[in-house]
């Protein structure tokens, strides 16, 4: 009997980080094979199987991994196995991680001991103090940042802190640390912080992650005054409302072009505009409002044209990272409506990088270019 | 409700709490943001609810404002009620209690408080790691959802007899077709908060 049974199966190409993978269930039992691997030579700690089934629990899975031999043996992962996982409900987050360091510069750098991030994820940091309370890089907590990954212990994020209000950290200062935004974009496109504006005959808008936004979008600006330096963001002339122009009229802008993920260019005169200034000192931290570009709801271009050439029913997508279209990640959704906002809350499964308890060096999800196929299933009947 | 919920937590725009004294970004509510982004809503000309509310000859009640309405946790309760006397005039001390909703917890000056267990909260995101509270403020013309296509909700129920191969299960399901749409960005404000004190709840 399979009344109420989910089935599913399908393939894709590992990064050798984490994977996720959108279903309309959340499956109870997950099967893999690394069909890389099994067309290859045997080689050590290479995993061709794997096996999960809920009740081993979150993060858990079995696999058979080639040992030293080499020959296929049994193994077990434990941290960072297979897990399902439901992102709609507000944002979640992975664990929060010591900073050990940063670095004053743009883009602003970071060393967290094996942070597990890859370009591309979001997170946010808290407690970012060298001296508790005056000095740090505390500007930069509570808000999300899309990461680049330089290697295994260090990424940066697009934000200018060669400021003289910036102290970089050392020494893993106590209260700092990192978390990743497990599930981001969950609607948009939406509010976006902004970390760079060139002023111009347009107007050429940096944001601290990715604007999903499109050629066409119509948005907003609010440039919020620091309490005692009215113009410590600077480019406060971009607010949408008041409008000494037209008072009572919210001055728009609209996407006229995007330049890469967390770019775009809007085609507002900002020529003689306040050049914008995040050097903000760390006394003013507590109550800091952020400047921000919103999506004007009512006339965005969230959806996708269809033309000649182009899929059917192109779904929506983000675009987490990068300046090409091939960086754009499709959403579960169908079509967009033109003029409505994507809901982007989805569930599945994760596939992740975690290794085997006997086999250290084994990586569940394989390494970059493996073609991994699967096959997951929710069931009518689980004893337990 | 969920959904609109997160959608404007997504949306919208935000004003930091600063008017607090807990030195976190943002810092705990205190009236002065009240006035804040009930000053930034006129400013932009968001129409309000309510029309407010006479005083009467009753010890210990007041008049009420005419006012936005904002949502915010049930956590904050405690956060609300330090703050009378300073501003904060809880719902058994208007005037007149007829046009209070259920879940009123107060007004301060022209924003009247309901509060939801449901209200948005981004667990230990602020600058010193602790809960932020999403109060979500909203003029009357600034949010709306759309049914599509006419499918307004329906719930669906089939009884064990129909879908169960041994008449052993049933089908309880609601399904509608709904798109949520800011219809003015300018009459609505997240004012992210964090708490007084961080004490379990």
């Known amino acids: 009997m399979a009344e109420y049974s989910r089935l599913a199966k399908g393939k894709f190409t590992s990064t050798g980080f984490a994977q996720i993978v959108n279903l309309p269930f959340q499956p109870d039992f997950v099967s893999l094979i690394n069909y890389t691997v099994a067309n290859s030579a045997a080689a050590e700690n290479k995993v061709p199987f794997a096996w999960w089934d809920s009740n081993m629990g979150q993060g858990f899975a079995v696999e058979q991994v080639y040992s030293a031999t080499p020959a296929l043996i049994a193994d077990t992962v434990t941290v960072n196995g297979i897990s399902t996982f439901s992102a709609g409900q507000l944002l979640q987050f992975g664990a929060s991680q010591q900073i050990v360091s940063s670095t ?4 602003t750098s970071f060393e967290v001991t094996a942070h597990g991030f890859k370009s591309g994820d979001v997170v946010m940091f808290e ?56 599930y981001p974009y969950l609607y948009f496109p939406g509010v976006t912080f902004i970390s760079a504006i060139t002023t111009g005959t347009t107007t050429t808008i940096s944001t601290t992650c990715a604007h999903n936004m499109v050629v066409g979008q119509e948005v907003a600006f609010h440039i919020p005054t620091v309490a005692g330096s009215p113009t410590q963001w600077g480019t406060t002339e971009l607010n949408s409302l008041p409008n000494a122009t037209i008072p009572g009229s919210p001055k728009y802008g609209y996407v006229v ?89 989805s569930q599945g499964f994760v596939i992740g990088a975690g290794a085997g308890t006997a086999k250290t060096g084994s990586v569940l999800v394989g390494t970059e270019g493996d073609v991994i196929y699967w096959e997951a299933k929710l069931h009518d009947i689980s004893y337990p | 409700m969920l959904i609109l919920r997160d959608y404007i937590v997504s949306a919208a725009s935000q004003i930091n709490a600063g008017a607090g004294t807990n030195g976190d970004n943002p810092t705990n509510l205190g009236v002065a943001d009240f006035s804040l982004v009930a000053t930034t809503l006129d400013t932009n000309n968001a129409f309000k609810f309510e029309s407010g509310i006479e005083g009467s000859l009753k010890f210990g009640t007041g008049p009420v404002r005419s006012a936005y309405f904002m949502l915010s946790s049930t956590e904050l309760q ?71 296509n006419g499918g307004t909700m329906s719930l669906i129920y089939r009884d064990p007899y129909y879908s169960g191969m041994l008449a052993q299960n049933a089908t309880l399901a609601v399904k509608f077709w709904q798109a949520q749409a800011l219809t003015q960005d300018t009459a609505i404000r997240n004012l992210l908060s964090t708490r007084k004190s961080a004490a379990v709840i």
């Open chain 2, 78 to 148: 405690s956060d609300f009620d330090s703050l009378t006397g300073q501003g904060f005039l809880n719902q058994w001390n208007y005037g007149s209690n007829l046009s209070a909703l259920q879940t009123e917890y107060g007004s301060v000056f022209n924003i009247r408080i309901l509060t939801s267990s449901e209200a948005p909260v981004a667990r230990q995101t602020s600058a010193l790691g602790n809960d932020v509270y999403y109060n979500t403020v909203v003029g009357r013309q600034a949010i709306t959802h759309i049914n599509q």
């Open chain 1, 257 to 345: 072009s995007v330049t890469d993920y967390n770019t775009v260019v809007v085609n507002i005169d900002s020529t003689g505009f306040t050049a914008f200034n995040v050097n903000v000192p760390v006394a003013q931290v507590p109550g800091l409002s952020f400047p921000q570009m919103c999506a004007v709801g009512d006339v965005n271009t969230g959806g996708v044209s269809i033309s000649a050439g182009s899929a059917l029913y192109p779904p929506p997508y983000t675009f987490p990272i990068g300046s090409t279209s091939a960086s754009f990640v499709n959403t579960i959704n169908g079509p967009a409506i033109k003029g409505a906002f994507v809901n982007n809350t």
């Open chain 1, 127 to 182: 407690g970012l103090y060298s001296t508790q309370y005056t000095a740090g890089m505390p500007q930069l907590s509570g808000i999300p940042f899309t990461v680049t990954r330089t290697d295994a212990d260090n990424f940066t994020v697009p934000w200018d802190s060669t400021g003289s209000n910036y102290t970089a950290l050392a020494a893993s200062p106590t209260g700092a640390t990192v978390k990743k935004v497990l």
């Open chain 1, 104 to 107: 004053k510069a743009d883009p």
